[in-house]
């Protein structure tokens, strides 16, 4: 925007400038002709004045001031004629300049042996013998000196309206950025905030950007509304898709323990998996839009990192020990800052996996420590690992090894711990732990 504002000042200057060069050659031209006319008619006023009649005779002394004054201005050539009629008394005999009446001064530009001239004829009336004589003075002079002197003019208008231009340009360019700084102050803040930082605009501008202010404002409070009745929406709909889920569960256990048939105990088997995948995802996809929504806006708290792998500990213990899963822990002193909420979640469906996918009667190995100047901590199992080739892409949604045949899971929990990580400007790794199994490293910068 600033750059078009630029060109567009640079334009109008540009434009403006040739129009100064114009006019400005214009005015040096006829400046510069005027005077020549007045030196002209000055000089052939002079000659004019020298006629006298002496004897009966028209007597003339031609005033050297009269032609030094013509060569004052410029080195043109200069033609005079000085006639009574038809009788030319001297000069150059084919000169012809102005049809003038005495008393008058009459100016022309003519061809006078193929260069243009400019002309001035004056009549001075004297007695001879007791008779008026009408004699006509015609003097011309080539405009050579005039073009120079306008052209000098020109070419120094032209250098001065470039030097005006660039200036100008210069300006206009300081100009634009000054008067586009408040603009870009303020889509800087903007650009600046995280998707859910939808706060109003306080910062005051010029008035022009005031009704741009609010229209950003009252955008952002329909946007706020609109995310809020979203994960009200999302929380309302996870609530009342797990708690029919629940039922349907609890009434395929009871149905399962009192029918004797086969067949139909594998169906109700069936049932009881596919409501307990439903819940599941139910549940992750809850987890994954709350850490979505919490990722850009973090809470900045100082978060005990034993402690809250404690309490998630605590939380699935009883998980492990329906399939007497022991988990072990070494646990280090180590904190960091940022949200102790979402970091759980993340803590929680790595350790669910691990839980999960690790065979009964085995240990679950829980490491916290500091390394340099991050927090790390690993989760170690002793099932089958990721599977062949990279586990990298487990991290994307709904994906899944190939070593999950009979497990319930949506795909979704190594994605929401990596959101959590990088959120928190850390990283999530996944490698083979020692003697086989899956390892989980959550690596978060260090307080």
């Known amino acids: 925007m600033a750059r078009k504002l630029t060109l567009f000042l640079a334009a109008i200057v540009a434009l403006l400038a040739l129009i100064s060069w114009g006019m400005v050659t214009s005015f040096a031209l006829e400046a510069a002709g005027r005077t020549q006319d007045n030196i002209l008619a000055a000089s052939a006023t002079a000659i004019a004045e020298t006629l006298r009649s002496e004897s009966g005779q028209v007597r003339l002394e031609l005033p050297y001031a009269a032609f030094s004054m013509l060569g004052a201005i410029s080195e043109d050539r200069v033609f005079y004629r000085v006639a009574t009629g038809d009788d030319v008394l001297t000069g150059y005999a084919d000169l012809e300049g102005p049809d003038v009446v005495p008393g008058e001064v009459e100016f022309a530009t003519v061809e006078y042996r193929d260069v243009p001239v400019r002309a001035v004829s004056v009549m001075r009336v004297i007695l001879s013998d007791g008779e008026a004589v009408p004699i006509t003075v015609t003097l011309a002079q080539t405009r050579d000196g005039v073009q120079g002197i306008a052209a000098g003019l020109s070419r120094q208008a032209a250098v001065l309206s470039v030097g005006v231009f660039l200036l100008a340009v210069g300006m206009s360019a300081v100009a634009v950025r000054a008067s586009l700084r408040p603009l870009n102050t303020m ?39 609109s995310i809020k009745r979203s994960e009200d929406f999302i929380a309302e709909a996870a ?25 139909q105990k594998q169906t109700l088997r069936r049932v009881i998996r596919a409501v307990d995948e ?10 994954h839009a709350m850490v979505s929504f919490r990722a850009d806006d973090l809470a900045r708290d100082r978060v005990d990192v034993p402690a809250l792998v404690g309490a998630v500990v605590d939380a699935l213990r009883p998980t492990a020990e329906m399939k007497d899963i022991d988990i072990a822990m070494d646990l280090s002193d180590v904190s960091v800052e940022g949200d102790a909420i979402v970091l759980q979640n993340a803590l929680r469906n790595v350790l669910d ?94 307080a």
């Open 187 to 225: 889509a800087l803040n903007v650009a600046t905030r995280g998707p859910s930082d939808l706060r109003p605009l306080r910062r005051r501008g010029p008035p022009e950007l005031m009704p741009l202010v609010r229209a950003l404002n009252r955008l952002m409070q329909r946007l706020e509304g």
């Open 239 to 263: 609530h009342r898709v797990r708690t029919p889920l629940a039922i349907v569960r609890t009434q395929a256990e009871i149905a399962l323990h009192s029918v004797e048939e086969e067949g």
């Open 278 to 287: 439903s819940s599941r995802s139910a549940s992750q996809l809850l987890d």
């Open 353 to 446: 996996n691990a839980i999960k996918y690790s065979p009964a009667e085995t240990v679950v190995r829980i490491d916290v420590a500091r390394v340099k100047d991050e927090a790390r901590v690993s989760i170690r199992d002793e099932g089958d690992g990721f599977g062949e080739g990279s586990a990298a892409h487990l991290t994307e949604r709904f994906r899944r090894g190939d070593k999950v045949e009979g497990i319930v899971g949506s795909g979704l929990g190594l994605t929401i711990a990596e959101l959590a990580l990088r959120a928190h400007g850390g990283r999530l790794e996944l490698g083979l732990a020692e003697g086989g199994g899956a390892c989980v490293w959550l690596i978060l910068p260090a």
